[in-house]
């Protein structure tokens, strides 16, 4: 990237202010901006930094008044922080793109192979698997019997998918996703010895899906584990057998979903979450992080907290309380004492 | 699988209620049951599903009574749980087994390799290494140095096990285990800069150990860190060094156990528990999800929860009181408000 | 390692007692010595297995007066924990070190490799990239486009890299880190589909940084995200886009650093905690094992611990009290009680 603000702002549909030759290679947070790089102001909160920043060129709000001078040339349009999405998204669209086939991978003769793939070193792609077009296989990647890839997915290092799974057009996995392992289901015997039940299932994992480094979503014992579409799943996050999960439901890093359970559509989960097995979560609910779950939440949109978790607000109240603990205990056993003191006096 | 309901009906010693004739060619879960495909009723709590289910046939306890007319072909037999387990392993079983050593594969000459093995693409076997019989070593598996695996093992791709680890037979880790990497071991010095203490022990994982993706288990500073015969581990499972866990305990995901801890036999832990380092678990103990222990628990099968965790009913006696907190202080306000009114009138 | 106690003792410059020619093969801890180990004492709470330990030699402080017979010979130092620490440093360093560049690897002619590297089999080296000297890159490791690698850099087996990313001397990662994966960035439209937002920047890991194994780091949105000298990372850590560590920071197993958040130097974080985005914490703070903390902490050397976390014993003082919640308020209802007859009284 070395463009100037005259170029970028035409682009925009914007109007310059300054030296419209100001070049820009990389982008920067306001906060941190550096000669050369390009930045936005769209959260008036950051609007302090506008002044000092050491970014070249900023795109701002079309109707920003600056209250003191600014070093760096803006540019004036409709929608700062929409701009500079757009911006970011041609940027790493005009990257060079991988292509081909490694002679370094291993691709069985009974797959079917897609338009435009690239397919990068110490991959294996076994039998009866069908890839879409489009799609990004990088390095070491292994992908089992009969798995089927839809179109444009993009597969980093590493990522490992277990035989018979099903994932749709436009999915990102991240390295070390690990998907279709076995789920985790054990019979005890008499002498609690374990042994295990066979899981015959798959995953099922819709379009737009991304899922972050190191998450493992596990195959069901029957039938199979889902993942709806635009489904965000951030880092180190486990899913476990026959759990679903909800049409645009977006879940933080190292959360848990123990088997059977159903996670409803736009729900939001933060980070290390746990969810027990065999329960429902209505659409649109908020989890709290580091929440415990143990019981279906029928409410749609509730906002919960704790472990076991319920309504966020009041939890947050009774949290407040429980900080004070001790000193509520004192005045409890100062209040009996005086009362106790009161009864002796009405006795005598 | 394409089978009759006769033909399962005989394999199983029970009766068929129905058209012998009836096939299948999958299983599915009684409330999922789709047409050609085999479902049971074991729990009661599910009966309601079996007048609807689509499933083809259902395999039921012999004593079952239907209350209405049951679409699909039952097959009558002792115990329909173990029935449908049997069958499910039976399949499992019946798959087709990889089999062979890949040429993408670098096995070190000082190797020992048992019989009926499968090594697949792009694994690695070191120096010194030794393999038992019938194990299946799947694509992108590395097995460093003096490694030693028992008969009938499964390391599914992307398995790594460092040097001189030692596995017993008939584990199966799957993808993305890690065995053997460092135990978290650093000194500090007068200016806060740590330095490495070497960790100079091993691994031992006994016989029948299943490792779920992604989990791993650190070598010991000294000795060996052991998992004791026919531990069941889930996925992302941090053990860390000289941790001991006893026979037959079964772990959640996303648990981790700190330095040096022991874990008696038959213990269960629920997802994301969290052990403090240098403490011990009685046999038979119980730990709710999301507990934190950080103190020795003496008492066999206590069952205990909370972060620091105690006996879980008293546990959840104490958290009830907790939602209500808010109102119990304002209660005790109340209270000491009509007490100060008492007081007053005492002295007035 | 195969030494005699007088070899040992010279190297030390400590004095024998016992027979110098005791000779030792391995290292133990003192309780689970066995024939033919070396183990120390340091910590006088350890001193009752001095007696009874099978070790054949013991390493221990000049001034340490035996009040029994013990079986070990005895090798006296001025400090019996560095001695040992200082043979187990050479005993690593004395091991065969893997060297060569396998032939089954994959590097990129416009890579720019240093001397005396190891590069294991089926590691994949991307264009652009720049290796230092004497490093380690073991087997099945992916290192994208444009990476910078200092020296004596140790990557274990399936580490993965990605483009961009700057690491320091002396880093150790373990097997399955994942350095680089995109950050969870997402903006939903108005129907609550989620958009990507382009991972633009890179992660800077400064020189002497250990990760545990199945950690991951994430890369930048903008900028980068920076783990400073000397930080110490175990096992299935997230830390998320544009976080920054400070030096000397040392975070235990499964905990979780959201988005932009700022971590001081010398800091010591338990094993799960979390951190949420776009807070600081200042340096030499404590936070105890499995805490949340959702809020700038600005105290240097604050010990703190729950969820959200505050003061640690204010912590353990409040849980104490929630521990006997309910004859708490048994108590509050019969002081209500007795209060009510007070009144009752009162009023007759």
């Known amino acids: ?141 292994y992908i089992g019997e009969n798995v089927k ?41 008499d002498s609690n010895v374990y042994s295990k039940i066979p899981q015959l299932g798959n995953v099922i994992i819709e379009d737009g899906v991304e899922i972050g480094a190191n998450s493992t979503v596990d195959r069901a014992t029957m039938g199979s584990t889902i993942i709806r579409k635009g489904v965000k799943l951030d880092n180190l996050i486990m899913v476990a057998h026959n759990v679903e999960i909800g049409e645009n439901t977006v879940i933080a890093a190292q959360t848990g979903i123990a088997g059977s359970t159903k996670l409803g559509e736009n729900c939001l989960l933060g ?15 908020k989890i709290g992080a580091q929440s415990g779950i143990n019981n279906t939440v029928k409410k749609e949109g509730a906002v919960i907290m704790g472990s076991p978790a319920y309504d966020l607000q009041s939890f947050y109240k009774s949290y407040a309380v429980f900080r004070h603990l001790p000193e509520l205990r004192k005045q409890l056993i100062d209040i009996d004492n005086r009362l106790r003191e009161n009864e002796k006096q009405e006795q005598s």
């Open 1 to 141: 990237m070395d463009f100037t603000a005259k170029v970028i702002s035409d682009f925009l549909q914007g109007t310059v202010e300054g030296d419209p030759a100001t070049a820009v290679y990389d982008v920067a947070k306001i906060e941190e901006g550096k000669p050369g790089t390009l930045s936005f102001l769209a959260n008036p909160k950051y609007e302090k930094y506008v002044y000092d920043s050491n970014a070249s060129i900023i795109i701002v709000n079309k109707d920003f008044k600056p209250e003191k001078p600014v070093k760096a040339t803006l540019i004036r349009v409709e929608n700062a922080y929409k701009s500079f999405a757009a911006l970011m998204n041609l940027y790493e669209k005009s990257k060079p793109k991988k292509s081909g086939i490694s002679d370094h991978s291993s691709i069985n003769n009974a797959a079917k192979l897609g338009k435009d793939l690239y397919i990068g070193e110490y991959s294996v792609i076994s039998e009866g698997t069908v890839i879409g077009d489009n799609v990004a296989i990088h390095a070491q990647v």
């Open 149 to 189: 890839i839809g179109n444009n997915a993009i597969l980093y290092p590493g990522v490992k998918i277990y035989h018979d799974c099903v994932i749709g057009d436009n999915c990102i996995f991240h390295s070390g996703v690990v998907i279709g392992g076995d789920g985790f289901g054990f019979v005890p015997n």
């Open 271 to 285: 980070g290390q979450v746990g969810l027990a097995g065999h329960i429902k979560i209505a659409p649109g609910v």
